[in-house]
C-alpha cells in the first residue's frame, strides 16, 4: 500500500520551506491582478454604460470578498472547514456599530474608524482564539458542527440586545470617519473597501508563503505527519484561525458603514454558508477565487431582482451550472487545476 504522507515535503525547525513558485505562482499572481483590477476600475465604467446602481453591489463584492479571502486562509490552506464565520462579520458590525451609535452620548463613542476599526479586529480577534481553541479540539464534521452552533449562539446574543433594536436591529445613519475623511460619499467608500481587500489579499499570500502557512497546509495534508516531524500544528491552526476570525470581523465594520443598519441578520448561519458558497464558486484554495464568487454571486443576485420575483430560483440554477462546469471553481480553471476540500 502507498506511503499515505508519500509526496508530502516537510519543514525541519530552523529550515526555510521550499518556495511555492513555478507557472502556478505566475499565473495566480496575473489572475490576482487582473481580478482585483477589474474590480478597482469597475464604478469607473458601470455608469457610462448603463450599470451605475451596481456601485453599491461592488461595495458589498469588496467587503465579502475580503470575508471570503479571510476564510479561505482556514478553509482551502488548512482544511477547516467553518460554518460559523458569519458571527464575525456581527461582531465586527456590532462593535464598530455601537461606537457609531452611541456618539454624542457616551464619552467611549467614536466615529473615527481608525479606532473603531481595529477596536473591531480585536473583537474578533479575541472570539477566534476562545472558539478556535475549542472548536479546533474537533476534527472534519464536528469541527463544522462546533462552529455552527458558536455561530447561532452569537446569533441569539445579538439578537437579545434590545437596546439596539433586538431582532430588528437598528439605524445608525452615518458612517465613520477615516482621519479627516468622511465616508458618506458612496465612490470614496468603495475604494476604502478595496484597499483594504487589497491589503487583505497581500497579507493572505504572505501568510500562506510563510514557514507558518506552510506548516498549515502540511497540517491540511497530513497532519499525523507534520507533527512527527516536530510541528505543533494546533498552535498554527489556532493562529490561523484568530487572524481569518479578525479579517472577517474588520469586513463586519465595513459592512455596517455601507448599509448604515445594524442587525443580527448578518451573522446567521446562513450567511456564512454563503461565504461557502462563493469560496465553492470562485475557487477554493486561491484567494482570489472568494473575490471572483463573491462578485459573480452577488451581480447575479443584483441583476436577476431587477427582472424577476422569482430570482433566487435563477441564481439557483445558474450555480449549480457554474459549479458543475467547473469543478475547481472558476479560479481552479483558469489555474488548471481541481482541488476538493
Not at 122 to 138: E, K
Amino acid at each position: 500500500m502507498a506511503d499515505p504522507g508519500a509526496g508530502i515535503t516537510t519543514v525541519q525547525a530552523g529550515e526555510e520551506p521550499p518556495p511555492i513558485g513555478g507557472r502556478r505562482m505566475r499565473r495566480s499572481f496575473v489572475l490576482t491582478v487582473a481580478v482585483l483590477a477589474i474590480l478597482g476600475v469597475s464604478p469607473l465604467i458601470i455608469e457610462p454604460i448603463g450599470f451605475g446602481y451596481l456601485e453599491s453591489t461592488l461595495t458589498r463584492v469588496a467587503i465579502l470578498g475580503m470575508a471570503a479571502v479571510a476564510l479561505d486562509y482556514i478553509v482551502g490552506y488548512g482544511g477547516l472547514i467553518s460554518l460559523g464565520h458569519a458571527l464575525f462579520l456581527g461582531a465586527g458590525a456590532y462593535a464598530s456599530g455601537i461606537l457609531l451609535f452611541h456618539l454624542g452620548d457616551r464619552a467611549w463613542a467614536t466615529d473615527q474608524a481608525l479606532i473603531a476599526w481595529p477596536f473591531a479586529m480585536l473583537v474578533g480577534a479575541l472570539l477566534g482564539w476562545g472558539f478556535g481553541a475549542l472548536a479546533l479540539r474537533t476534527k472534519s464534521v464536528y469541527f463544522i458542527m462546533v462552529t455552527l452552533a458558536f455561530n447561532q449562539m452569537m446569533f441569539f446574543l445579538f439578537n437579545s440586545l434590545e437596546a439596539y433594536g433586538g431582532d430588528d436591529g437598528v439605524r445608525l445613519g452615518a458612517r465613520n470617519r477615516l482621519g479627516p475623511l468622511s465616508l458618506e460619499d458612496d465612490r470614496m467608500f468603495f475604494y476604502v473597501c478595496f484597499a483594504l481587500l487589497v491589503l487583505a489579499v497581500v497579507w493572505f499570500n504572505i501568510l500562506i508563503r510563510s514557514p507558518s502557512g506552510w506548516i498549515l497546509r502540511g497540517a491540511r495534508d497530513n497532519e499525523l505527519r507534520m507533527r512527527s516531524v516536530g510541528a505543533v500544528t494546533r498552535r498554527h491552526q489556532l493562529a490561523a484561525f484568530v487572524m481569518s476570525s479578525a479579517f472577517v470581523t474588520l469586513a463586519g465594520a465595513l459592512a455596517v458603514n455601507e448599509t448604515q443598519f445594524m442587525s443580527p441578520g448578518i451573522s446567521h448561519w446562513t450567511q456564512s454558508g454563503e461565504l461557502l458558497l462563493m469560496l465553492i464558486v470562485g475557487g477554493v484554495g486561491s484567494l482570489v477565487g472568494g473575490v471572483i464568487g463573491a462578485g459573480v454571486l452577488l451581480v447575479l443576485e443584483e441583476i436577476a431582482i431587477g427582472y424577476t420575483s422569482d430570482w433566487a430560483f435563477y441564481v439557483g440554477a445558474a450555480l449549480i451550472v457554474i459549479v458543475m462546469l467547473a469543478r475547481g471553481g472558476i479560479a481552479g480553471v483558469i489555474l488548471g487545476r481541481h482541488r476538493n476540500v
